[in-house]
Structures are given as structure tokens and as C-alpha cells.
């Protein structure tokens, strides 16, 4: 079974972080390029969760509070002979509350993550280019200067903003179609979540070779489903608190290692 789902790629793409993970525990000299990403993102975390914790948590209340209330009502306008679905429908509600908070914490460790590769990409590009020459003994980079690297940079951000605009809005509005919008939404916005993962933590290697947004998305949606697997398993590494704050500087590792073993054989091809 695991031959066949590493065939598919899925879990193959998912192991990456674990693959990671043993390359940095046998490299010691790695370690130096992650104490101050880590150190940055103590900071950051701190700063992110005493706001954004509150103001999240104060709208998952709102939508419990809405949620009880529609629960109290429907349980009152049920039948006696139904008075049985009472303690299900208060399960409902439980796992729904699970649900949000969940959710919550998604968003929260996305933002920590775009922020954090942000803040700590001069470290994240040295740890990128050591595990490239360690994979494939050697570092492949195209020059354009420190201007045109800033604003590369300014624009990669820009383009992932406008991405996310033009497929979370439809996305969004899909949760207001009866029946299975809201699960459509659901799955898309992870999908689209995850790909944002992907790329954020593709990026090192990709950009040194200057390579153009849409020929980045495009490496990411071609690489499925491993990228599939990877971009799922950096998304819930992210959105756990805490945990997260070295889980990003492991991303951005096994991202360069994807790249290596996945997408560079395509590229010489």
C-alpha cells in the first residue's frame, strides 16, 4: 500500500519535512542559518498571536454565540417524538466549534508563515543554497543586482496577493450556493492555501534562477500531486502554535529538497 501511494506521489510529497528534518539533524553545520529565523520568529509569533488570537477568537465566539441560538431554536420547534436528535444536534454544534477554531488557527499560521519567510529570507536563502550544494554539489543562481532582486521580491508578494483575490472572492461567494458551495469553498480555499504554502517554500531555489511567477504556479500545479502532499502536510506544520515557529525554517528546507529531487530534473530536461 505505501509502495503504491508513494508511486502516486502523494505521500512521497509529504514526506519532505521528515526528509528534511534527518538532513539537518546530520548537517550541524545547517544549524547556524536557523537559530536567528528562529529567534525572528519568536518575536513575530508573539506579536502576530497577542492580536490576532484576540480578534480571531472574538469572532469565533460571535459565530458559537449565533450557532447556539439557532441550535436553541431548533431543538424548542422539534417534535416530541424527535426529542431523541437533541443530544446530536448538540454534538453538531461542538464539532463545529472545533471546526472554527481550527480554521482560525489555519489563517493565523498562513499570515505567521508570510510574514516569517518574509522577515527571515536572507537566512531561509542561505539554508537553501547549502542544502542545494549538499543535494546536487552544486548552486545554481542568476544575478540581476540588489535593486531588481528587491523588486522582484516586492512583485512575487503582489502576485500572490492578486491570486489570492481572484480565486478566494468566487470562492468566498461559493459558500452562499445552497447545498455544497460551502463544502466547495472549503476544499478550494485549502487548495488555494496550500498552493500559496508551496510556493512561499518553493521560492528559494526557484527564484535564484529568476524564473517568472506564472512559470512558478505552473511548477507547483505540475508537480501533483506530490506538491499535493507537501503543501497539505507545511500547512497543518504551520498552524500549530508554537510548534511553528521552527516548522517554517523545516518547510523552507524541505522545499529546496523537493525542488532538487522533483522539479530540477524537469527543468534540465
Keep these: 500500500m505505501l509502495q503504491i501511494l508513494s508511486g502516486f506521489g502523494l505521500l512521497t510529497g509529504a514526506s519532505y519535512p521528515f526528509r528534511a528534518l534527518r538532513v539537518i539533524k546530520n548537517t550541524p553545520q545547517l544549524w547556524g542559518y ?3 529565523p528562529i529567534i525572528v520568529n519568536i518575536f513575530l509569533g508573539i506579536t502576530l498571536y ?11 465566539e460571535d459565530w458559537t454565540i449565533k450557532l447556539s441560538q439557532w441550535v436553541d431554536t431548533l431543538i424548542v420547534n422539534l417534535p416530541t417524538w424527535l426529542s431523541i436528535l437533541e443530544g446530536l444536534i448538540t454534538g453538531v454544534e461542538y464539532f463545529l466549534d472545533l471546526v ?11 499570515i505567521f508563515a508570510q510574514f516569517g519567510t518574509l522577515l527571515g529570507a536572507p537566512w531561509y536563502g542561505q539554508l537553501s543554497e547549502q ?10 543562481t542568476v544575478e540581476v543586482g540588489i535593486i531588481r532582486d528587491i523588486w522582484r521580491a ?3 508578494e503582489i502576485k500572490k496577493l492578486f491570486l489570492i483575490v481572484i480565486v478566494g472572492i468566487p470562492l468566498f461567494l461559493f459558500n452562499f450556493v445552497p447545498g455544497i458551495g460551502t463544502l466547495t ?3 478550494g ?3 488555494l492555501t496550500g498552493t500559496i504554502v508551496c510556493l512561499d517554500f518553493f521560492d528559494a531555489p526557484l527564484e535564484r534562477r529568476r524564473l517568472h511567477f506564472r512559470k512558478k504556479l505552473q511548477i507547483v500545479l505540475t508537480s501533483l500531486p506530490a506538491s499535493a502532499g507537501f503543501g497539505a502536510v507545511c500547512l497543518g506544520l504551520i498552524s500549530v502554535p508554537l510548534l511553528n515557529l521552527i516548522t517554517i525554517p523545516l518547510c523552507v528546507a524541505s522545499g529546496t529538497l523537493f525542488f532538487c529531487d522533483r522539479i530540477l530534473p524537469k527543468l534540465k530536461s
Design 189 to 191: 480555499g485549502i487548495s
Design 154 to 156: 516586492i512583485l512575487f
Design 34 to 36: 536557523l537559530v536567528t
Design 185 to 187: 469553498a472549503t476544499v
Design 50 to 60: 497577542a492580536g490576532l488570537v484576540y480578534l480571531g477568537w472574538q469572532l469565533v
Design 131 to 140: 542544502l542545494e550544494k549538499i543535494r546536487t554539489g552544486k548552486i545554481e
Design 100 to 110: 472554527l477554531v481550527i480554521i482560525l488557527l489555519i489563517i493565523i499560521g498562513f
